[in-house]
């Protein structure tokens, strides 16, 4: 029998509410991610630029997400030290990583030019 979307809806909430609740860097990237939306209503940033962002963002917490479904899974069938755990979990590391780097490139991008001015009206 097909589970009602509303399930599908609760389940993925509950997933998302689990990775907040056990993974710092969740957190971590909940911060950053405010403080950006701030800077970027400062800022006036354009349509575009904040498809940028928000395309960096979800990257960011997609993938965090899966590292913590991964690192469930690995724990689920490998509690032990095994050389294909550890491959399992650093590659999924690897890949968040990735994406925290691009993130922090659109970042740069985009908010050197506003961070720019903005210095320079406060200074002057
Ligand atoms: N079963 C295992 N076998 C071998 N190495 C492991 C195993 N479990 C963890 N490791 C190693 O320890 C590292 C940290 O694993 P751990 O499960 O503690 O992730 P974590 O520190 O919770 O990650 P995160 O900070 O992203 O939540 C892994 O990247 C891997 O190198």
Known sequence: MKRPWRDTFYVAVEGIVYAFNTQRNMKVH??????VILLGIVARLSWMEWLWIMAAIAMVFAMEL????????????MPD?????KIAKDTAAGA????AVFAVLVGVVIFAKPLFYIART???
Do not use: K
């Not at 968040?96 to 994406?99: E, S």
């Open 122 to 124: 406060m200074l002057l």
């Open 30 to 35: 909940a911060i950053i991610t405010f403080m």
């Open 96 to 99: 968040v990583f990735i994406t």
């Open 81 to 85: 030290p095994h050389p294909l755990a």
């Open 66 to 77: 899966m590292n913590t479904a991964v690192e469930a899974v690995v724990d689920l069938v």
